[in-house]
């Protein structure tokens, strides 16, 4: 059985590495993209098993590549978790409400985040 496979938006390099870093280390598979072009080209060859999505990129926002996915019916079923330094009160329950699947905060805690990534996936 093949390991899952998380996709990673994010446009800050760092965030990238050190997100994959720690979910590679987990036995995940990791593929990343810098932003929401990079994300709708890497998904039109691969279907992730979870996205882990910034809300806060340039030009696309997370929300809008989110409105994206769920309209179009090849995405519409993806596990999209907020991933995001959006940490004030309310902040989550309005990423769910717009309809993510689940909430992960920046920054993330290396101890527990392989493991949070593993409880939302389907």
């Known amino acids: 059985m093949t390991a899952p496979l ?4 994010d446009d800050n390099p760092v965030n990238l590495e050190l997100a994959s870093m720690v979910l590679c280390s987990a036995g995940l598979q990791v593929a990343t993209a810098d932003g929401a072009e990079a994300a709708l080209r890497a998904l039109a060859h691969t279907r992730p098993d979870l996205v882990l999505l910034d809300i806060q990129m340039p030009h696309v926002d997370g929300l809008a590549l989110l409105g994206q996915l769920r309209a179009d019916p090849a995405t519409a079923d993806l596990v999209v978790v907020a991933f995001t330094a959006y940490a004030m009160k309310g902040d989550r329950e309005r990423l769910l409400a717009a309809g993510c699947d689940g909430y992960i905060s920046k920054p993330i805690e290396m ?3 392989a493991e949070q990534v593993r409880a939302l996936l389907r």
């Open 6 to 9: 998380v996709l990673i938006v």
């Open 111 to 113: 101890a527990t985040f």
